[in-house]
C-alpha cells in the first residue's frame, strides 16, 4: 500500500490519541464505532475480502471490520498506557476468568488474537513485570512506509520497553537471557504465531478449524525452559465496551508436541468466539491450512 503522510497521522496519532482520553468502555465503542463509519480505516492491517472465504470467516464484513478493529483499539490502547500508565488499562478489563500464579517464574504465552496490552498491565498490577521476547524492527521492512509510520514503530518500541521496565528481551539467542528472568521468579511473554522460517522447522496441529502450524523454534524454546507457561488472550466487545481476559492454569512439559497441541487447542478457541481479532489474517497461508 503506498503511504499516506496524512492518512498516517490520524490513524497511528490522532484518533488514537484522542480516544485513549474517553474511560475504556466509552473510548472500545467509539473506536468500533470508527471502523464502521470509516470502511477503509485501517485496512492495511487486514486481509481483503475475496471471492472464496474460509467457512469459519462468517460474515465476511464483520470479520474485515474486527480485524480493522482490533488493529485500531491496539493503538489505543498504547496510547492510554503512555498517558496513564498500567492502571488506566487494567481497570478496562471487566471480566477476568482465571488469575496469574503466585510465583513469577512463568512464561505468558498465547497468539497474536485479541488485544494483549491490558493483559500485560493485569498481570504487572498482580505483582509481575513480564520481559516480553520480541522481534527488533527491521530496516529493510520499513522501506517505503511513510515517516510518521516509521516514527510511530519506533515510539511504539520505546513505549514496550516502558510497559516492561526495560525488561524487554529481542530474538536471537535470547535463551540464557530467558532462563535468567524466569529463575529469577519474574515471567518472561512469548507468542508464537510468526510467520517465516524453513518448511522443515514448522509444526502442523490439526484441530477442528484447520492445521495450525507454528515455528519449531518458539516450541522447542518453551520445552527447553521446562518451566511454567500459562496461556492466556485478551479481547474486546465493540459494542458493550467490556473486555475480557482469560488466563489457563499453568502446565510444565518438555515435549514441543505437546505445547503445540495445547497452543493449537487454545487458537481453535480464539478463533472459534471470534475470527477476526486475529491479527495475522494477512499471514494466513503460512500459518494457518483451512480444507476447502
Same mark, same amino acid.
Given at each position: @500500500? ?11 496519532? #490522532? ?40 467457512? #469459519? ?8 471490520? *474486527?480485524?480493522?478493529? /482490533? ?6 490502547? $498504547? ?13 478496562? &478489563?471487566? *471480566? ?11 512464561? /505468558? ?18 505483582? *509481575?513485570?513480564? /520481559? ?35 525488561? /524487554? &528481551?529481542?530474538?536471537? =539467542?535470547? $535463551?540464557?537471557? &530467558? ?5 529469577? *521468579? ?23 478449524? =484447520?492445521? +495450525? ?24 466487545? =465493540?459494542?458493550?465496551?467490556?473486555? $475480557?481476559?482469560? &488466563? ?17 487447542? +487454545? @487458537? ?7 475470527? =477476526? ?5 494477512? $499471514? ?9
Amino acid at each position: @500500500m503506498k503511504p499516506s503522510t496524512g492518512r498516517d497521522l490520524a490513524e497511528m496519532y #490522532l484518533y488514537p490519541r484522542s480516544l485513549a482520553l474517553l474511560p475504556s468502555a466509552r473510548a472500545i465503542r467509539r473506536c468500533y464505532r470508527l471502523v464502521i463509519q470509516r470502511p477503509g480505516a485501517y485496512d492495511r492491517w487486514s486481509a481483503p475480502i475475496e471471492d472464496k472465504l474460509p467457512p #469459519l470467516v462468517g460474515d465476511p464484513v464483520q470479520w474485515e471490520r *474486527h480485524q480493522r478493529f /482490533a488493529a485500531a483499539l491496539d493503538m489505543v490502547d $498504547f496510547e492510554r498506557f503512555a498517558l496513564f500508565g498500567d492502571r488506566g488499562l487494567a481497570r478496562g &478489563i471487566t *471480566h477476568v476468568e482465571g488469575s496469574w500464579p503466585d510465583d513469577g517464574g512463568f512464561i /505468558a504465552t498465547g497468539v497474536h488474537w485479541g488485544t494483549g496490552l491490558p493483559a500485560v498491565s493485569h498481570m504487572k498490577r498482580a505483582g *509481575h513485570v513480564p /520481559a516480553i521476547v520480541y522481534r527488533p524492527p527491521i530496516e529493510a521492512e520499513m522501506a517505503g512506509m511513510s515517516l510518521p509510520q516509521r516514527r510511530y514503530i519506533m515510539r511504539r518500541l520505546k513505549l514496550l520497553l516502558r510497559v516492561t521496565e526495560n525488561t /524487554a &528481551i529481542s530474538t536471537g =539467542g535470547a $535463551f540464557e537471557r &530467558i532462563r535468567a528472568q524466569l529463575e529469577s *521468579h519474574r515471567p518472561c511473554l512469548v507468542l508464537v504465531d510468526s510467520p517465516g522460517g524453513p518448511e522443515s522447522r514448522v509444526v502442523r496441529v490439526p484441530t477442528e478449524v =484447520g492445521v +495450525f502450524r507454528f515455528r519449531l523454534g518458539a516450541l522447542e524454546l518453551l520445552a527447553r525452559l521446562n518451566k511454567p507457561y500459562v496461556l492466556f488472550r485478551c479481547y474486546p466487545d =465493540g459494542r458493550t465496551g467490556e473486555r $475480557f481476559l482469560t &488466563i489457563r492454569p499453568p502446565r510444565t512439559t518438555d515435549s514441543p508436541s505437546e505445547i503445540a497441541e495445547d497452543l493449537g487447542r +487454545f @487458537m481453535a478457541e480464539a478463533l472459534a468466539i471470534d475470527p =477476526g481479532y486475529w491479527n495475522f489474517w494477512r $499471514f494466513r497461508s503460512a500459518l494457518l491450512e483451512i480444507p476447502d
